[in-house]
């Protein structure tokens, strides 16, 4: 006599189910808000307000005004378009860095977590090594030994954020390892890198996909802390953090050519990280029926 | 029988979740009287745990409610009216709670000693000595091997049973009238389990106390308990005194279960199951719940709750046993 | 049925452990299976009974070849499994299968049952595509479940169904021996039943030889021919199910007997 399956009544697939719940996370849903008019402002900037690169000495330190709504910074660049120029470089530097930080954090905590012996000790004593170094030290090191440009310091950023990446990996990879249906795979006679791909990485993803989000607001900070000591994004290529720089020795009385960068990096970094937050509790296996 | 140490009357508790209410005891009544044993079976689903913690309140409310209607005297006063200071008193002092998994219900960064000392002076109270002093001996009544030695010993460093043994000496601490366990010995050894289970008779007849005890096993229960309560959909289905009730079951579901259990004594091959599944917990039930399974269903039963009607052990709710005596 | 030639043979298997497990007696180590030898008989089923601690699992595991003995050896159909090249070792993987005790970790909780018995199929060459899917359906319909199930992800079903998921899982690719390791002691007595009755079902069908890893005796004395007690890594003792169960000769069978509650 058969079982019949229980009745569906909504998508089951436990991706599908996160996605439910992130959707009713309404303090994730305000950061993805945020991000989503940032992310489209951002791409469309070249075609909806492009910026004019010829300076306008006339109409330079003007403060927020009907014709410029935040204000001109000190070669007369309108400061709304200035900013949206600056968001590329931002957002540019804050997603590819930290992809290249998860993807090689993850390769490494995998095959650390899941080989084990030998080669598990000697990534994790590789990891200990990229940890001792100070990222800000590194950073400032590479930008004064070779030519500072948007690829170094994502490059640079990507090879420093990687390794709590990695420890998240390794420790995660290692719990799934002993569970029975990965044994059951095992006794199945699947392959390593079968096993590792289909039965470990996908229970092992939804922690790193948190630390992703929470990473790139992370990046944007590192940047914007180098373009403001003069070490990072150059001219012609501007960013927030260079905009910040351009502007502190007016902050008194141009307070707008400062001010408003800030803000936008506060509120970026606070929708990531409200995203963040709601990803975790959407993904928490707690939550699991 | 209103003398009875313990007396619940129409228990309902109920969950609200996000996927709707979910009716968890639907409706409980039973009675213990002082240094009796009561068995309360049944599978998972079927509400056991929610009535044990619905006792003393342990449940967040919310997500749960003990609706209206329902009651639990406690030696005549009623818990769900008291206040929260009354009920603290009460639980560890006038209830005893042990639980299924030692290695959880104790604290694994505090000494056992420290924890058993930390119940004796919620209750009892006294100076540092005599509290050592009390630990040592309850230590030494639960059957814990060395008991002085044992005092500053952590969780991780005993076995199961010990741990489970340290569980009994903490719910004795208040010198409580009735000690719930819920599923005691399901996470030990078959052999360990025979010895907790004999401490538990032995601590029963030497201190006067109630047990109630919550189990999926009806072997267990039936070695234990005086009398049985079968649970089934949130509802007591069949009560009755050991060994009648196992012997004379009154109730299809409880025949059911005992047809299906392999046992020792009887011979390999297969075994009469129970079709189907346990109702899910969200359903709302017209007329008798274990209907859609039951291998002597009439019409009747599809649309009429049964009420509970005598048996010869005890009561079952079935509409089989109506106008018998 | 040859009941004399064993299919599987365990010859002075030792397992041990660096520290880091449970409680370990010996100071730095712990001994696992302490010196086993053990046939199993071709089509019937052995159970290998004992308490926590009594190595049971351990020995299902070293039979199964899903980890290395420290010492010893197992032999499939005569030969030394340590001897299998990785071609061996696959065919070998086709031909013995396991089934653990559910409820939470044994089935991947990303994947739907169907593509977990297709992934199977394909791996192993048995069928692909549409054939698979077929087969995936006539697989869980054989274990007593609705074709439907394939499209199903494991937290949708029961531990029953689960149970069934698992077992559809070990038979996709044609095993002729299985391990149980405590394949219904998570279940409920009802559905406890319901298993038991199919896995002896497909004995009967197949031919299947099981060996079934058990604490509970009175299961055990439901499916089994032959039962094997271990206490503390080493075989108390073994035999015939009947006589083991109504005329023990070890004392630890005698206590373990004694200990089992019974319903009066």
């Known amino acids: 006599m058969s079982e019949a399956s229980p009745a569906r009544s909504s998508p089951a697939s436990p991706w599908a189910i996160a996605r439910r719940r992130f959707l009713g996370h309404w303090q994730a849903m305000l950061g993805l808000a945020v991000l989503i008019v940032l992310g489209l402002l951002s791409l469309l900037s070249p075609l909806i307000a492009p910026l004019d690169p010829s300076v306008d000495l006339a109409n330079r330190l003007q403060a927020p005004s009907a014709a410029n709504w935040l204000g001109t910074d000190d070669a007369g660049y309108d400061m709304f378009r200035l900013l949206l120029a600056g968001s590329r470089v931002s957002l540019l530097i804050g997603f590819l860095s930290v992809g290249i930080a998860i993807t090689l954090g993850t390769v490494v905590g995998a095959v650390a977590g899941y080989a084990g012996g030998r080669a598990d000790a000697l990534l994790m004593r590789i990891v200990d090594l990229f940890l001792s170094v100070p990222r800000l030290v590194l950073l400032i090191t590479a930008v004064a030994l070779l030519r500072p440009s948007i690829a170094l310091i994502v490059i640079v950023l990507g090879l420093t954020g990687w390794m709590g990446v990695a420890r998240l990996v390794r420790g995660q990879v290692l719990a799934v390892r002993e569970r029975e249906h990965v044994l059951a795979a095992r006794a199945l006679g699947y392959r390593p890198l079968r096993i590792l791909f289909r039965h470990i990485l996908p229970n092992v993803l939804t922690p790193v996909i948190v630390a992703a989000t929470l990473g790139i607001g992370n990046a944007i900070l590192a940047e914007a802390a180098l373009s403001y000591l003069g070490l990072g994004v150059q001219p012609p290529d501007t960013s927030w953090g260079l905009i910040i720089f351009s502007g502190q020795d007016r902050m008194l009385d141009a307070w707008w050519i400062t001010a408003f960068p800030g803000i936008l990096i506060a509120l970026t970094v606070m929708a990531f990280n409200l995203v963040g937050d709601g990803l975790r509790d959407a993904l928490d296996p707690r939550h699991a029926q | ?325 | 049925m040859n009941a004399d030639v064993p299919l599987v043979r365990a010859v002075g298997l030792v397992k041990r452990y660096a520290s880091g497990r449970a409680t370990s007696r010996r100071g730095h180590e712990v001994v696992a299976v302490d010196g086993v030898d053990l046939a199993v008989p071709s089509g019937l089923t052995t159970a290998l009974v004992g308490e926590s601690g009594s190595g049971k699992s351990t020995l299902g595991r070293l039979l199964l070849a899903l980890e290395p003995p420290t010492a010893g050896r197992v032999e499939y159909r005569g030969v030394d499994l340590a001897d299998m090249g990785a071609a061996a070792l696959r065919a070998f993987r086709r031909r013995a299968q396991v089934v653990f005790q559910d409820p939470f970790g044994s089935l991947n909780p990303r994947m739907t049952a169907g593509a977990m018995l297709r992934e199977a199929l394909t791996v192993h060459g048995i069928a692909a595509g549409a054939g698979a899917r077929r087969r995936a359906e006539g697989l869980l319909e054989r274990v007593g479940l609705t074709a439907d199930a394939v499209d199903r992800y494991p937290h949708e079903f029961s531990g029953g169904q689960r149970q069934r998921v698992g077992i559809a899982r070990a038979l996709s690719v044609e095993p002729e021996f299985i391990v149980l390791d405590e394949p219904v002691s998570a279940l409920d007595v009802s559905v406890q039943a319901q298993i038991l009755n199919l896995l002896r079902e497909l004995q009967r069908e197949s031919g299947l030889t099981y060996l079934f890893v058990s604490h509970d005796l009175g299961v055990v004395r439901n499916l089994a021919d032959r039962i094997v007690v271990m206490h503390e890594g080493r075989i108390a003792e073994q035999g015939p199910a009947d006589r083991v169960l109504s005329a023990p000769e070890a004392d630890y069978t005698r206590r373990l007997l004694a200990a089992v509650p019974r319903i009066p």
């Not at chain 2, 240094?35 to 449940?59: D, H, I, P, Q």
Request: aromatic share 4%; charged share 25%; glycine share 10%.
């Open chain 2, 1 to 325: 029988m209103s003398d009875a140490l313990l007396a619940v009357t129409n228990l309902r508790t109920v969950f609200r979740t996000d996927r709707g209410v979910v009716e968890a005891v639907r409706g409980v009544s039973f009675e213990l009287a002082a240094g009796e044993t009561l068995g309360l079976v049944g599978e998972s689903g079927c509400g056991k745990s929610v009535t044990a913690m619905s006792l003393t309140r342990l449940l967040r409310e919310p997500p749960a409610t003990i609706l209206p209607g329902s009651s639990v005297r406690f030696r005549g006063e009623e818990l769900l009216d008291a206040s929260p200071a009354r009920l603290r008193r009460i639980r560890g002092a006038g209830i005893g709670m042990i639980f299924q998994e030692p290695m959880t219900s104790l604290n694994p960064v505090l000494r056992i000693g420290d924890q058993v000392a930390e119940a004796i002076r919620e209750h009892a109270g006294g100076d540092r000595g005599a509290v050592r002093a009390r630990v040592i001996e309850l230590l030494g009544r639960v059957g814990l091997p060395e008991p002085a030695e044992r005092y500053s010993a952590y969780p991780h460093q005993l076995s199961g049973g010990m741990r489970q043994r340290v569980m009994i000496a903490i719910a004795l601490a208040g010198g409580p009238d009735l000690l719930v366990a819920d599923e005691p010995t399901t996470a030990l050894d078959v052999t360990i389990q025979a010895q907790i289970l004999d401490l538990l008779a032995d601590l029963q007849r030497e201190l006067g106390m109630a047990l109630l005890l919550i189990s999926h096993d009806l072997a267990v229960v039936s070695q234990v308990a005086d009398r049985v309560a079968v649970m089934y959909a949130g509802r007591i289905v069949e009560q009755g005194r050991v060994p009648g009730l196992f012997r004379a079951p009154g109730h299809p579901y409880t025949r059911g279960l005992l047809r299906a259990l392999p046992r020792l004594d009887t011979p390999p091959g297969p075994l009469p199951a129970i079709p189907g599944r346990v109702p899910d917990p969200r359903e709302r039930l017209a007329g008798c719940p274990f209907a859609p399974r039951c291998p002597e269903v009439m019409s009747r039963c599809e649309t009429d709750d049964p009420p509970a009607f005598p048996t010869g052990t005890g009561t079952a709710r079935c509409w089989l046993r109506e106008g018998e005596a």
